[in-house]
């Protein structure tokens, strides 16, 4: 893995929007949080929808980083604390279900990200990788999210969605905004209070490094 780009806010910025906004910039790092369909319940669901649309109409785009920021403060951190108090199935508390989504991850490493640090959590899943170029961030998610469905659904004898449709992503600022990244990741299981066994964690040397 090269030198590591972070978030020039001078460069071309790609923007997209599904359910949430998605800020792209070719060759960056991210952070990216997917999670199961039932992970937060729908009363929740529902009063973070409302708060957000209403801070979206007084909030237009472009933002400022300072912005960026307050989003991801307000809505953001409140679906990683519902994330971590274990609502839903959590099947990925399963080994078996758990490794298929890891090894989905770290597939095509070298190819088309640069994976610095995953975890498999019951019931949500964070990456820190650098996006290749040619290689659109919808793209790169829906690759994790569709094969595992398909061979999940089929060791539960279930069917259907498995995934929450849209992810959280964010384009790493700068080097402490970096560090702060992984160490969430790899504090993550323990801020959960999971035990050895429920959660898959993976960290390159480059992460290993970051104390």
């Given amino acids: 893995m090269g030198a590591l780009r972070f978030f020039n806010p001078y460069g071309e910025i790609r923007f997209t929007v599904n359910r949430l906004p998605h800020w792209q910039q070719q060759g960056a790092v991210y952070f990216v949080t997917f999670r199961l ?3 937060i319940p729908q009363r929740l669901r529902d009063q973070w929808e409302s708060e ?11 933002w400022s980083a300072e912005t ?15 994330l971590d108090a274990g609502h839903g199935s959590c099947i990925l508390r399963r080994r078996d279900c758990a490794k298929v989504v890891a090894e989905a991850l770290s597939h095509f490493d070298g190819e088309r990200i640069g994976l610095i640090s995953c975890v498999v959590m019951p019931n949500h899943v ?7 170029a040619e290689w659109p961030l919808e793209k790169i998610v829906r690759s994790w999210k569709s094969f595992p469905a398909r061979r999940i659904n089929s060791l539960l004898g279930g069917s259907g969605s498995l995934w929450q449709p849209d992810y959280f992503d964010r384009l790493v600022r700068d080097g402490k905004h970096f560090a702060n ?9 323990a801020k959960a209070r999971l035990r050895s066994g429920e959660y898959i964690l993976y ?3 480059l992460a290993r490094r970051i104390e």
């Fill in 52 to 62: 957000r649309e209403t801070w979206l109409r007084l909030h237009l785009e472009p």
């Fill in 126 to 132: 964070h990456v820190l990788f650098v996006q290749h």
């Fill in 68 to 82: 960026e920021l307050e989003y991801h403060k307000r809505f953001s951190v409140a679906v990683e604390r519902w």
């Fill in 203 to 205: 960290e390159c040397e």
């Fill in 37 to 39: 369909a039932d992970a």
């Fill in 181 to 189: 990244c992984v160490r969430y990741i790899r504090r993550n299981p």
